[in-house]
């Protein structure tokens, strides 16, 4: 094994390509280490992956079959990135990252996914995405980027450290952080970029927010960099020292590398600190490059990632060991969000009459008690009652022998060992175990 | 049945059992001299902010104190109003703090904080009290925090295994609780299927479903199934708690509080009266005085109330000033609650407010204090330091004082 190991290496070293690259930068990782990495999986599980990472659901069995037949897997990717779908679903889990599932401050959470979405569709530069949330002004309904400030009003440099810089100064809002860097007087400065900010209550449910430069008369605020602004339109300047710092681009290439992989270099992706290295810092440097040689182009790194031997690792190990996990020698499991859940459901089982119900069933499965933080969007989350009342709905059984069950829920054929436990089953019984299954359930 | 034997049968397996003593002893649970002795909590929540001045701080004959009269109690000297006369016989068991103090006049706001302890910020969730009681007892086959009528507030860092088993409608939970019994079989047929899968990813999580899919398919055959079928109740005590929401919400805590359950949360709203004030807490009053009554001697003849602490609160009190349309508006500067039970003192009055019931003028408390008297009643150490998962530690209690007179 560890020949091939220092095979793999020594192809990725000495390529065409002057950079190693993200698989030749594992490979030097495991070789050091000595860590034996899962082989990769086949193509079934990777159209699988790739479509819930991309488009939110799993295959549809037409789709399975066409891919099977056929499996150029860098065709697949552009073909996912193309479909509406993808610029939908990554507004969905980016809205649940900045904004959860709740509505505070008559915040309209629908308006930041539309803006959001058009946002992922005409593939914007994602620095300039986070400027424009950063520094948003305007009326909810009209400026759908001003609900991520107005929802997170109370403290919105909390909330911009953690997702724009990985920086968390939750703590130093009391004190000094205890085993970082930052103080509460960093903490305060920051704070002070958003006292000018202003927020209004209008008709219907609406509001408006602006800065009030009467407000702007105290002492200047002061990056984490030790930057202070120039103009007296203090979270533009603020929007452009986060957007061009390094914590930035190491965030956003590590946020991205959370997503597909279910784990961070930096993990949990919104804690870089002093405590909490990142488990292969030159993939690190490589990415965040990366995003900075793309001009943080969002679909150029996910072609980047995905193209990877690395995305491709098989999820199955034989015991548990977070080192392992830290080196990405196999694939995490990531649970579906509730979004996911659904799409699978109608598309596995041609429910797509169901699909007015998709609301209900997000709200159902998210439920007030989640009204809380889903920054890092792949914490398993459910309760006993999410999981009663989803062996409550009985899915609709679609026609098909069980190889096809198996293929249109699992994207495989059933083993020996299932053939004989669903030997005599009725259908529904058999759609039922699979649509309640872990292997439906996660992303593996 | 005697005490012991039920809390050992509820108290779960032998393993969760030893599981349970061996985490007290790493951490140092309950602190030496504490005496905490509640085990269950019922919170009667008062949503939209019920009126101090016409409920437990009443000021009759001064200009704001409206038509809302003043009744003497079963506990000495402590005046309550008139809409309340069946809790007022029962005073004795409960005590007033009249002098709580926020600063969130805002209805999310004011119910964050009330839930939690501390003031809301987005993106920083901190854990209901129902949540930290789940953590705080003893591993269970059953929820052991349920809500009643309302989604209940979440468990954040504490984690999902402590979320509410929200029934915001009893008879559809009792009847999804029975469909879910009817399909145990399949259930252990999916567990089967799963096997395969589970033994190829030795990953925490899944074993934490498949722990949740076990329990669920034992949960049809456990008492907290049965206490949810109110029709078991003899109608002559069923009786009593009348056929009001609210009324059925209070049968159903005792009976889930009796079945193990640790912490129940009945909503009741309408206490959001800006206009039309006194009619409207006429109203409110006269639906939750008898239930709440009889879950009070209900718990007492069962020998719970001395390990149940019943309390009863909104998310603010209201103005003094009465308004243009008759009505009282949001004053997060004077709330009142009401608690009792648990081996906390009943019949006392803690602090108090001036005149009109417009400021504390005495012994004023914020609602940490107020957590904090609730936990310490429980065993728990206040100042005790959990670790969130935003990375640093933070106390229960946002830092809160336990309200001495309540607990000696």
């Known amino acids: 094994m560890i020949s091939r190991t220092s095979l793999v290496l020594a192809?990725?070293?000495?390529?065409?390509?002057?950079?190693?690259?993200?698989?030749?930068?594992?490979?030097?990782k495991w070789e050091e280490t000595g860590v034996r990495p899962a082989p990769l999986c086949d193509d079934a599980e990777f159209l699988r992956r790739a479509s819930l990472d991309l488009i939110g659901r799993v295959p549809r069995i037409d789709e399975l079959k066409a891919f099977l037949a056929k499996p150029d897997r860098a065709a697949k990717i552009d073909e996912l990135l193309a479909s509406p779908d993808f610029p939908r679903f990554w507004s969905e889990t980016w809205t649940a990252m900045l904004n959860g599932y709740a509505s505070a401050f008559n915040s309209q959470r629908d308006g930041l996914r539309f803006w959001l979405e058009k946002k992922f569709r005409d593939n914007a530069p994602f620095d300039k995405i986070a400027a424009e949330l950063v520094a948003a002004s305007g009326i909810s309904s009209v400026e759908g980027s001003v609900n991520f400030i107005l929802h997170n009003s109370v403290d919105p440099a909390i909330k911009i450290s953690r997702t724009f810089l990985g920086i968390r100064l939750d703590c130093a809002r009391c004190h000094d952080h205890p085993f970082d860097r930052w103080t509460q007087k960093d903490y305060e400065e920051m704070a002070r970029f958003f006292v000018p900010l202003q927020k209004e209550d209008l008709p219907a449910g609406n509001s408006r927010v602006r800065d009030n430069p009467d407000r702007a008369g105290g002492p200047k605020p002061r990056f984490l960099t030790g930057a202070q602004p120039v103009t007296s339109r203090w979270r533009e300047d603020l929007a452009y020292f986060i957007t061009t710092s390094k914590p930035f681009s190491r965030t956003f290439a590590n946020r991205l590398w959370y997503h597909f992989m279910g784990r961070g270099i930096v993990d949990p992706p919104d804690d870089f600190s002093l405590k909490n290295k990142p488990s292969v810092p030159a993939l690190l440097d490589f990415l965040a490059e990366e995003a900075v040689r793309t001009n943080f182009d969002v679909r150029a790194m996910i072609r980047k990632i995905?193209?990877?031997d690395a995305y491709r690792r098989s999820s199955r190990h034989d015991a548990r060991d977070p080192r392992l996990e830290a080196l990405f020698a196999y694939r995490m499991l990531k649970p579906m969000t509730p979004e996911q859940l659904f799409d699978s459901l109608v598309a596995a089982l041609d429910a797509g009459e169901f699909r007015k119900r998709r609301d209900?069933?997000?709200?159902?499965?998210?439920?007030?008690?989640?009204?809380?933080d889903f920054s890092n969007v792949w914490r398993y989350r459910e309760t006993v009652q999410d999981v009663m009342t989803k062996l409550t709905l009985d899915p609709k059984t679609p026609d098909g022998s069980l190889d096809e069950l198996y293929l249109r829920l699992l994207s495989r054929a059933p083993n020996a060992r299932e053939r004989d436990l669903c030997r005599g089953r009725a259908p529904a019984e058999i759609v039922f175990a699979l649509a309640n299954s872990n292997e439906f359930f996660f992303n593996h | 049945m005697s005490c012991c034997t039920r809390r050992t049968f509820l108290g779960g397996s032998l393993g969760g059992f030893f599981a349970y003593a061996l985490r007290h002893r790493e951490e140092g649970l309950f602190a030496q001299e504490s005496t905490g002795r509640a085990r269950r909590c019922v919170v009667l929540w008062m949503d939209g902010g019920p009126s101090h001045v016409d409920t437990f701080d009443p000021k009759p004959g001064e200009e704001t104190g409206g038509p809302t009269k003043a009744i003497e109690t079963a506990a000495r000297g402590v005046r309550i109003a008139a809409w309340l006369p069946q809790i007022a016989r029962r005073m004795n068991r409960l005590s007033i703090v009249r002098s709580i103090s926020s600063k969130e006049g805002d209805h999310l706001r004011g119910q964050y904080l009330?839930?939690?302890?501390y003031p809301l910020v987005e993106g920083f969730a901190r854990p209901a009290l129902g949540a930290m009681i789940s953590k705080e007892t003893p591993e269970a086959r059953i929820p052991k925090y349920v809500s009643l009528g309302a989604a209940g507030f979440g468990p954040a860092f504490l984690g999902a295994s402590h979320a509410p088993f929200s029934i915001e409608d009893l008879p559809q939970a009792l009847d999804s609780l029975r469909a879910v019994g009817r399909k145990k079989e399949r259930i252990k047929f999916l567990r089967t299927l799963d096997d395969d899968f589970d033994r190829a990813h030795?990953?925490?999580?899944?074993?934490?479903?498949?722990?949740?899919?076990?329990?669920?398919?034992?949960?049809?055959?456990?008492?907290?199934?049965?206490?949810?079928?109110?029709?078991?109740?003899?109608s002559r005590d069923r009786e009593r708690y009348g056929t009001s929401t609210f009324g059925r919400?209070?049968?159903?805590?005792?009976?889930?509080?009796?079945s193990g359950v640790r912490f129940v949360e009945i909503h009741q709203d309408g206490w959001d009266t800006h206009v039309d004030n006194f009619a409207k807490v006429g109203e409110v009053c006269g639906l939750i005085d008898a239930p709440w009554a009889a879950l009070m001697d209900d718990l007492a003849a069962k020998g719970l109330l001395d390990e149940t602490i019943v309390l009863w609160m909104g998310e603010f009190g209201r103005t003094p000033t009465i308004n243009a349309r008759n009505g009282r508006d949001h004053y997060p500067r004077v709330t009142c609650a009401v608690l009792g039970g648990g081996g906390l003192q009943g019949g006392r009055v803690v602090g108090e407010t001036d005149r009109l019931g417009a400021n504390v003028v005495k012994d004023q408390v914020g609602v940490p204090d107020l957590f904090a008297t609730l936990v310490q009643a429980f065993g728990v150490d206040p100042k005790r330091r959990f670790r969130t998962e935003f990375g640093g530690t933070a106390t229960l209690t946002d830092n809160g004082t336990p309200i001495k007179s309540l607990l000696q």
């Open chain 1, 360 to 372: 209900s069933f997000i709200r159902t499965f998210v439920g007030r008690s989640f009204g809380e």
């Open chain 2, 202 to 234: 030795p990953a925490e999580v899944l074993a934490g479903r498949e722990e949740m899919l076990r329990k669920i398919e034992e949960l049809s055959d456990t008492p907290f199934v049965r206490a949810l079928d109110l029709d078991t109740e003899p």
């Open chain 2, 114 to 117: 009330f839930h939690t302890g």
């Open chain 1, 306 to 308: 995905c193209a990877s």
């Open chain 2, 249 to 258: 919400r209070c049968l159903a805590a005792r009976r889930l509080l009796e």
């Open chain 1, 11 to 28: 192809l990725a070293l000495c390529g065409g390509a002057a950079e190693p690259g993200i698989d030749g930068l594992l490979a030097r």
